[in-house]
């Protein structure tokens, strides 16, 4: 078990476990100052950290765009919510068939896609069209209480019960945070294994992967599997927290284009830039609301929010964790997607694979 | 010194003595718990102004925003702290605590059910009251909630009230049609009132039979093919569950085609009765009706809201929407203060008391079941005259008699 976690910061500067350390201490201490309000910002904050860790292992390792991942999540709140509402099964167990139901259903949709060579564009829009459709079906499904939506017993408790995921917010809170850092050391561990190569090699180029041997179907197939699956976890937490689901609202593209932002603007492909980009777009978010309230202005806040991403975006068009992580040596200098790296840089780092991104 | 030191303070000396420290103490927090009683009741009013359903959320905000002035005149002293949920029960949750830890005694939202629920949740976790203004789906009221009310009806309320309506219509106009085509939207709206339509229409008995249902997509450009359908099903009304644009289309698609039915009836959609269909249609607006409820012209109350509201919105549409989003702050307003306290429970107690007669929707008194449900609401009769959505059933809130069947496209001036 020691080669796995010191492989965690293998390639590391010395002040990365350092940071990370103070990260975790700071995430752990701020229950404890922080009031209900900003303690419901910061899970809006894990949520949307997770969710874009998730989304990151296809689009940002692998090189998969997909605009419905909000497929996985509807999947993953609606078994484990509705196997607790009919049976009263923990949703630790919800959470099994959930997660195999939504892995299945990324497999399906990645087997379909890349056996028929569906790639890029058609692939995305393949995702789309998935979402969708489950959302018309759950809206027609009974037994998940169709679009009348599907409610979960709420009662307010003294004590947190875990194994029911019934409790206060701030155990929410805890599970979440266990859940990003776990889902950061999935992705440096996977970065650096064998499938953490084949995924970036067939993002740079997917034919010269081709012709280095890398059997390209399973490597994509098992980033969309493993992706559906782990989104499929955020979805349980949703589901236990929120106690509410309607189709409407859980399989929106809305939700979809959402849990992609913190990624893109984080940094895609890297593994802390997804979790930047949740607390900045959240934080953005918040300051845009308290900001713009008094005003009395409707839609300005949406209209700001927009305008500082286009700004972000043109600004820093890799995200913004690379820039940051450079400037406090936090990391090897940023590989992102080749096709977004200006043409000098493409050929500075030339012949070499990225041995993981900070 | 001793012996002088006892008689001084007798045991008498000082229960009166600790009387009168202990009053001297406890002073500062009564004056506190007045001066709590004499500060206004602050509402937290949470609504969709931003996001798909912005149009409407900002249509619920000035229902509560000329609800204060309104209110004022009556002698209540209410303070809004509005929110926006931007159509998204995500923030509404969020929206909610902020609200909560600002200071609201009571909040009010929040027209979408999703949001209404979340909001709702919030509420019932924090032991703050929470009103529900605008917002169907019945489960919430099923949930259990100890601080959460609803003055609105269920959407199997709003189905079984516009399906009876419908009856009374025909027995009060004395023409019944033997058959009828229903067309609707198919989204998630649409569906659960086709399935609330089937469900209920036998047990209330309806007098004729829907001979076809037509449903078609809620984005569509155009319902040729569709009103040719009913057209070509010969029936005798025309049943619709809309929305506003594409209540816009079929209209006009109907007059193109000189279909003419007896009428065009909903069983509680919107659409028909919303200023930009009457504007947009003119005089082929007239005669349709929305079983739908609806603020009393009759009420002395809504007289003065529609005064007060036209006078500060003169461009903006005074209907239900207003109508329950003022009545959700007048609930607040009145709990306050028949309670004297702008604490909690004292705010639950006194809404769970609620008995308001001087309301401005039609139906019986505002009062609250065990469950948080308002259970004596009406669907009206709201059928378009000369331009305007006016009620003609019940007829004790009417202002015109319901007309039916109705002139002909050609035939109307």
């Known amino acids: 078990m020691r080669a796995p976690f010191s492989s965690l910061f293998a390639g590391r500067p010395r002040r990365a476990p350092a940071a990370l350390a103070l990260f975790v201490a700071a995430m752990a201490a701020m229950p404890l100052v922080a009031g209900d309000y900003l303690l419901s910002v910061l899970i809006l904050v894990l949520f949307a950290a997770y969710l874009a860790q998730a989304w990151n292992i296809m689009m940002g390792f692998a090189g998969l765009l997909s605009i419905g991942h909000a497929l996985y999540i509807g999947i993953g709140a609606y078994a484990s919510a509705a196997l607790f509402v009919h049976y009263g099964t923990s949703p630790w167990i919800g959470m099994l068939a959930g997660v195999t139901i939504a892995a299945l259903a990324g497999a399906a949709i990645g087997a379909l896609s890349f056996r028929f060579k569906v790639g890029g564009v058609y692939f995305a829009l393949l995702t789309i069209a998935f979402a969708e459709f489950t959302r018309i079906l759950a809206d027609h499904f009974g037994w998940i209480g169709a679009s009348s939506g599907l409610f979960l017993p709420v009662a307010n408790r003294a004590t947190s019960d875990v194994w029911h995921l019934r409790g206060a917010p701030v155990m929410f809170y805890y599970l979440l945070l266990a859940a990003v850092l776990a889902l950061l050391a999935l992705g440096r561990l996977l970065l650096g294994r064998r499938i953490g190569y084949y995924w970036q090699a067939i993002r740079e180029d997917e034919e010269a992967a081709k012709a280095l041997g890398i059997d390209v179907f399973r490597c994509k197939l098992a980033a969309v599997t493993l992706s559906a699956g782990l989104t499929a976890v955020a979805g349980v937490f949703h589901a236990f927290y929120y106690n509410n689901l309607y189709p409407e609202t859980i399989f929106a593209i809305g939700r979809s284009v959402e849990l992609m932002l913190p990624a893109i603007i984080g940094g895609l492909g890297t593994l802390f830039g997804p979790i930047l980009g949740a607390f900045l777009l959240t934080g953005l978010s918040e300051a845009l609301t308290n900001a713009t309230a008094d005003w009395g202005i409707d839609g300005l806040k949406q209209l700001l929010y927009g305008l500082v991403l286009a700004i972000v975006v043109v600004l820093r068009p890799d995200g913004i964790w690379p820039w940051i992580a450079a400037r406090l040596g936090l990391g090897a200098a940023p590989h992102p997607p080749a096709s977004r790296v200006p043409p000098s840089a493409r050929e500075r780092s030339e012949g070499a694979l990225p041995q993981g991104q900070p | ?413």
């Open chain 2, 1 to 413: 010194m001793g012996k002088e030191t006892s008689r001084r303070l007798s045991r008498r000396a000082f229960g009166r003595g600790a009387a009168a420290a202990g009053a001297l103490v406890a002073a500062p927090a009564l004056l506190r718990w007045r001066a709590g009683a004499a500060e206004p009741v602050k509402i937290g009013v949470l609504l969709p102004r931003s996001g798909f359903l912005a149009l409407i959320g900002q249509a619920c905000q000035r229902g509560c925003d000329i609800a204060v002035p309104v209110l004022k005149d009556m002698g209540y002293a209410v303070e809004l702290m509005n929110a926006d949920t931007e159509s998204s029960p995500d923030v509404a949750r969020t929206q909610a605590e902020k609200l909560i830890r600002e200071g609201a005694h009571v909040i009010v939202g929040a027209f979408e059910s999703g949001a209404t629920a979340a909001i709702a949740q919030v509420a019932e976790q924090k032991g703050t009251p929470c009103v529900i203004n605008i917002g169907s789906e019945p489960k919430i009221t099923e949930q259990g909630y100890k601080f959460v009310f609803r003055n609105f009806p269920t959407s199997p309320m709003l189905v079984t009230n516009g399906l009876n309506r419908m009856k009374s219509f025909f027995e009060t106009t004395g023409t019944t049609p033997k058959t009828a085509v229903l067309m609707h939207v198919n989204d998630t709206f649409g569906q659960s009132m086709l399935a609330g339509i089937n469900a209920l229409a036998p047990k209330i008995g309806l007098p004729f039979k829907i001979v076809e249902t037509i449903a078609y997509d809620p984005k569509t450009r155009d319902l040729s093919i569709e009103v040719a359908k009913a057209k070509a099903a010969g029936a005798e009304l025309h049943m619709v569950v809309t929305r506003l644009n594409d209540a816009i289309l079929m209209i006009r698609e109907m007059v193109k085609q000189k279909y003419e039915p007896m009428g065009v009836i909903s069983p509680g959609s919107p659409g028909m009765y919303e200023g930009q269909f009457l504007k947009t249609l003119g005089k082929y607006a007239d005669y349709c009706v929305s079983n739908v409820p609806w603020i009393n012209p009759k009420q002395e109350m809504s007289q003065t809201l529609e005064k007060a509201f036209h006078k500060a919105y003169p461009d903006q549409d005074f209907d239900l929407n207003i109508g329950f989003s003022f009545e959700g702050i007048q609930i607040c307003a009145d709990a306050a203060k028949r309670a004297g306290s702008n604490a909690p429970q004292a705010l639950v107690e006194a809404l769970k008391a609620t008995h308001i007669e001087k309301r401005v929707m039609i139906g019986g008194p505002i009062r609250f079941a065990a469950n948080g449900q308002n259970p004596d609401q009406v669907s009206a009769a709201v059928q378009n005259r000369g331009g305007k959505p006016l009620v003609v059933l019940p007829p004790d809130s009417a202002a015109e008699k319901p007309v039916f069947p109705v002139p002909g496209w050609q035939q109307r001036t």
